[in-house]
């Protein structure tokens, strides 16, 4: 893959291999699916709301 300079365009972002192999310093995604922009964008802008709220779940849960 070349060198990428610029602002990285993702109409579908699905598992984002590209967007997180480029690591783009400005990126523009979406996906109709509205879970997973939601994810992303909590990853971007909580994430360590979003850890702690995992270590919560991972305490209180069990694979049973």
Avoid: S, W
């Amino acid at each position: 893959m070349p060198k990428f300079n610029g602002t990285y365009f993702e109409p579908f972002i699905g598992a984002g291999a590209v967007l997180l192999h480029l690591q783009p310093t400005k990126a523009h995604i979406n996906d109709i699916n509205e879970e997973l922009t939601n994810c992303y964008y909590v990853i971007k802008n909580n994430l360590d709301e979003l850890i702690e709220h995992l270590q919560v779940h991972k305490m209180t849960n069990t694979k049973e």
